[in-house]
């Protein structure tokens, strides 16, 4: 019975998979003139599609990005830690000549844009593992928003028909981001700029293309030269949390004659440049003073949480300290040495989870839900926190638990 039922779910999904191979070898041939009305000639189109096997996997992903589905403080203990400040500091002084040229002609300080080049690939360490032509493809062909990642299917084609990019072990995000500062492939076609002077805008090679395109970018998007992006700070007791928000701004005076100061209690700057109070936890977690600045950080990947991260990593870069007022929670994040620490206690008792590289996926979830049990503690989430790590570091010994 058992063997019937695994050969019925095998056909199943043999089934499946030939239907949607199907649909999407159909779906190719008729993108196909539409990318010639797009400028990719045919021969061109045949030769980067002719090979595609859809992954239907992106689509379960289209609703799940993590900035919109992370608390914010595992979102930024994990991509602003010790680590990814210690490798920016050397990343600024390995490029500081680049970096240095980059300012001049853009006007954004070397610490932002390395700040973005280690939120947005660890620079330059992880640019994603997905086929760049099969994820576009595929979601160009089924689930939602199919106009718009058509968009980024046809403007990948035209920049390997340019000769900007290489066909090679083109890899990205399962939505198309890709290179080492993972812009989408329209923003490729209209940002990218030629910062190492070859005459190709290559953002996947080359360090000095990527760093000027993220500074182009930044610069495109408002960025003013010599302003910051905001400050953390100290809200006066009883302040009216309806009058945060990014988009509700006021001049800084107004916030300072309301009481607000830096988060050490110093005055702020006296200025009339337009703030809004930013509140990502709440009225009792952090709060900061966001400026034009943040919301260039911002318009690179529509989420607080995200231009928040880039904004404290800069700050971080430039030496300043973390975040002094705690999350509202009793469970902190972990960064990823902390990470690491709590996967090698979870590979001491026994969970096979693989190596202990500070990445939580589904492997030591589950080892950790395992071991929440084990101790009792609530929630038995899978979540990677404060509670559990010290929960394990306090037993002593490693414990083999039979999985």
């Given at each position: 019975m058992k063997t019937l039922l695994c050969a019925s779910l095998a056909l199943a999904f043999w089934s499946n998979a030939a239907a949607d191979e199907m649909v999407f070898n159909d779906c190719l041939a008729g993108l196909r003139g539409k990318a010639e009305a797009a400028g990719i000639e045919g021969?061109?189109?045949?030769?980067?599609?002719?090979?595609?096997?859809?992954?239907?996997?992106?689509?379960?992903?289209?609703?799940?990005?993590?900035?919109?589905?992370?608390?914010?403080w595992?979102?930024?203990?994990?991509?602003?830690?010790?680590?990814?400040?210690?490798?920016?500091?050397?990343?600024?002084?390995?490029?500081?000549?680049?970096?240095?040229?980059?300012?001049?002609?853009?006007?954004?300080?070397?610490q932002t844009v390395v700040a973005v080049w280690g939120v947005e690939s660890d620079y330059g360490k992880t640019f994603g593992k997905r086929p760049l032509l099969v994820s576009l493809a595929t979601l160009s062909c089924f689930g939602r928003r199919q106009d718009f990642f058509r968009g980024e299917f046809f403007a990948t084609l035209d920049l390997l028909q340019s000769g900007d990019l290489k066909p090679e072990g083109l890899t990205g995000s399962w939505a198309g981001a890709f290179g080492h500062t993972q812009f989408m492939p329209t923003t490729y076609q209209r940002i990218a700029v030629d910062g190492d002077g070859d005459?190709?805008?290559?953002?996947?090679a080359s360090i000095p293309d990527a760093l000027a395109s993220t500074a182009n970018y930044l610069k495109q998007a408002g960025w003013r030269t010599g302003?910051?992006?905001?400050?953390?700070?100290?809200?006066?007791?009883?302040?009216?949390a309806a009058l945060a928000g990014r988009k509700n701004k006021r001049p800084l005076s107004d916030w300072i004659a309301r009481g607000i100061t830096r988060v050490d209690g110093t005055p702020l700057p006296a200025s009339d440049a337009q703030a809004g109070v930013l509140l990502p936890a709440g009225a009792t977690g952090p709060a900061f003073l966001v400026f034009r600045n943040f919301d260039a950080i911002y318009s690179y990947n529509?989420?607080?949480?995200?231009?928040?991260?880039?904004?404290?990593?800069?700050?971080?870069?430039?030496?300043?300290?973390?975040?002094?007022?705690?999350?509202?929670?009793?469970?902190?994040?972990?960064?990823?040495?902390?990470?690491k620490q709590l996967q090698l206690l979870l590979l001491a008792?026994?969970?096979?989870?693989?190596?202990?590289?500070?990445?939580?996926?589904?492997?030591?979830?589950?080892?950790?839900?395992?071991?929440?049990?084990?101790?009792?503690?609530?929630?038995?989430?899978?979540r990677a926190g404060r509670k559990i790590l010290d929960a394990l570091?306090?037993?002593?010994?490693?414990?083999?638990?039979?999985?």
């Open positions: 021969a061109s189109f045949d030769a980067n599609t002719r090979d595609l096997v859809p992954d239907m996997g992106v689509l379960e992903l289209l609703d799940a990005q993590p900035e919109f589905t992370t608390p914010i595992d979102y930024l203990a994990a991509l602003v830690d010790d680590q990814r400040v210690s490798d920016g500091q050397a990343m600024l002084l390995a490029n500081a000549a680049t970096l240095a040229q980059v300012s001049q002609e853009y006007g954004v300080d070397p005459g190709r805008r290559d953002l996947v302003e910051p992006w905001g400050y953390e700070v100290k809200l006066p007791a009883g302040f009216d529509a989420a607080e949480s995200y231009a928040l991260a880039i904004a404290t990593l800069s700050d971080r870069l430039r030496g300043g300290g973390a975040l002094i007022t705690p999350w509202p929670t009793d469970d902190p994040g972990l960064g990823r040495g902390e990470r008792r026994g969970h096979a989870i693989g190596e202990a590289d500070g990445m939580i996926g589904t492997l030591t979830r589950r080892a950790i839900v395992a071991e929440q049990q084990r101790l009792g503690l609530q929630p038995q989430d899978g570091r306090r037993e002593g010994p490693p414990i083999q638990v039979p999985l």
